[in-house]
T-cell receptor, first 113, second 113 residues
Framework: AQSVAQPEDQVNVAEGNPLTVKCTYSVSGNPYLFWYVQYPNRGLQFLLKYITGDNLVKGSYGFEAEFNKSQTSFHLKKPSALVSDSALYFCAVRDEGDYKLSFGAGTTVTVRA | EAGVAQSPRYKIIEKRQSVAFWCNPISGHATLYWYQQILGQGPKLLIQFQNNGVVDDSQLPKDRFSAERLKGVDSTLKIQPAKLEDSAVYLC???????????FGEGSWLTVV
């Protein structure tokens, strides 16, 4: 079975400060990992993914994520947060041998001006 | 490139009534998904199609939910009769090929009163 944990329901940061959204996962085989963002009354937008290769993945809107196999983590980061980054962020995982994508419960990010 | 199209965006119905949601995936995407997202939770897969065949409907409440993708392109999700707990966002998504990045539509927001 596969699962995702986002340990923080909310993250609050000041604009211009670094932003980190945490994610840990559990799969039987090799993980395929994804981050999505959801703005109010909108669908999910794809940010980035890790399939294989470099552990540091760069995505849309200046976001990046680091895959850490030993810690089974895939934390989302942004060096300098913007007020417009305020949204709901979802981490998702699927096992290499499975098609089903499992989502975490989401983390609400609030960036204050 | 056009994204995943969904309609209607918002629907309010009384319990025991029926509702149908329509989805048109990204052109060329053979795999289509319907997810249910209840407020405060991550999306949960209801059903996955590969072309016009069902790959996984294990979490679809088949006594009240049905979905079809007759020509392997657009899809309809129906709920009949609706219950209060069906209030959620119904997200359609597509990918090519199955298991790669999944792209979501804007969602259909259902309120059952």
């Amino acid at each position: 079975a596969q699962s995702v944990a986002q340990p923080e329901d909310q993250v609050n940061v000041a604009e211009g400060n670094p932003l980190t959204v945490k994610c840990t996962y559990s799969v039987s085989g090799n993980p395929y990992l994804f981050w999505y963002v959801q703005y109010p009354n909108r669908g999910l937008q794809f940010l980035l993914k890790y399939i294989t290769g470099d552990n540091l993945v760069k995505g849309s809107y200046g976001f990046e994520a680091e895959f850490n196999k030993s810690q089974t983590s895939f934390h989302l980061k942004k060096p300098s947060a913007l007020v417009s980054d305020s949204a709901l962020y979802f981490c998702a995982v699927r096992d290499e041998g499975d098609y089903k994508l499992s989502f975490g419960a989401g983390t609400t990010v609030t960036v204050r001006a | 490139e056009a994204g995943v199209a969904q309609s209607p965006r918002y629907k309010i119905i009384e319990k025991r009534q029926s509702v149908a949601f329509w989805c048109n995936p990204i052109s060329g995407h053979a795999t289509l998904y319907w997810y249910q997202q209840i407020l405060g939770q991550g999306p949960k897969l209801l059903i996955q199609f590969q072309n016009n065949g069902v790959v996984d409907d294990s979490q679809l409440p088949k006594d009240r939910f049905s979905a079809e993708r007759l020509k392997g392109v657009d899809s309809t999700l129906k709920i009949q009769p609706a219950k209060l707990e069906d209030s959620a966002v119904y997200l359609c998504a597509s990918s090519y090929p199955a298991g790669n990045t999944i792209y979501f539509g804007e969602g259909s927001w259902l309120t059952v009163v």
